[in-house]
């Protein structure tokens, strides 16, 4: 199986700040890699798909970049509502498999 | 708008069986690859299981801590798809999510609870 590490499993920062979440796969994925948004009381969110392309209705001040095995998820200009948790996903093979989880909380 | 609606959840013993059912909108169901997901309380996600379309004679794909336990079916005249969970275990305890979308999830439902516990 892939194994999806996120290394960090917290982050605080404040409003207006950027911040940088890492996924590395332990076997090359090619850019099969997808990035979701969990906030309380609300449905996961695809973000991000194919390593760095946007889904439709991701703000443009989210972006991905990697491929290979290094992936990260950017977030410039921190809004309120980016709070939340954030998982990557491989889906190169089966079993599809997740990070552990990034949780980024206001500072 | 897109909308999938997960039910069947609930506390059930260790050695018994529960079936989740997921009852969608808003999209051509008989087209799409469903998928279920699951979150511990420690909130790490599983990928569960997976249906794909009549096209690909509707395969089926269980993780292995699911495999010969867990069953996914679907039904296209209702577009819902099902989760029969049989001889389940503690560790089965989470939330289970109802997916749309093809080996990424385009769409998830709000999730069911499933507590597995003496």
């Known amino acids: 199986d892939v194994q999806m590490t996120q290394s960090l499993s917290y982050l605080a920062a404040s409003p207006g700040e950027s911040v940088s979440i890492s996924c590395k796969a332990s076997?090359?994925?090619?850019?099969?890699l997808a990035w979701y948004q969990q906030k309380p009381g609300e449905a996961y969110k695809l973000l991000i798909y194919?390593?760095?392309t946007l889904q439709s209705g991701t703000p443009s001040r989210f972006s991905g970049s990697g491929s290979g095995t290094d992936f990260t998820l950017t977030i410039r200009s921190l809004e309120p509502e980016d709070f939340g948790l954030y998982y990557c996903?491989?889906?190169?093979?089966?079993?599809?498999?997740f990070g552990s989880g990034t949780k980024l909380e206001i500072k | 708008e897109v909308q999938l609606v997960e039910t069947g959840g609930g506390l059930v013993q260790p050695g018994k069986s529960l079936k989740l059912t997921c009852a969608t909108s808003?999209?051509?169901?008989?087209?799409?690859?469903m998928d279920w997901v699951r979150q511990s309380p420690e909130k790490q996600l599983e990928w569960v299981a997976q249906?794909?379309?009549?096209?690909?004679?509707?395969?089926?794909y269980y993780a292995e801590s699911v495999k010969g336990r867990f069953t996914i079916s679907r039904d296209d005249s209702k577009s819902s798809v099902y989760l029969q969970m049989n001889s389940l275990k503690e560790e089965d305890t989470a939330i289970y999510y109802c997916?749309?979308?093809?080996?990424?999830?385009?769409?998830w439902g709000q999730g069911v609870m499933v507590t597995v516990s003496s």
């Open positions: 997916t749309y979308g093809y080996n990424l999830f385009d769409y």
């Open positions: 808003g999209f051509t169901f008989s087209n799409a690859w």
């Open positions: 249906i794909k379309d009549k096209s690909n004679n509707y395969a089926t």
């Open positions: 076997k090359s994925i090619s850019n099969y």
């Open positions: 194919s390593g760095s």
């Open positions: 996903q491989q889906y190169y093979e089966k079993p599809l498999t």
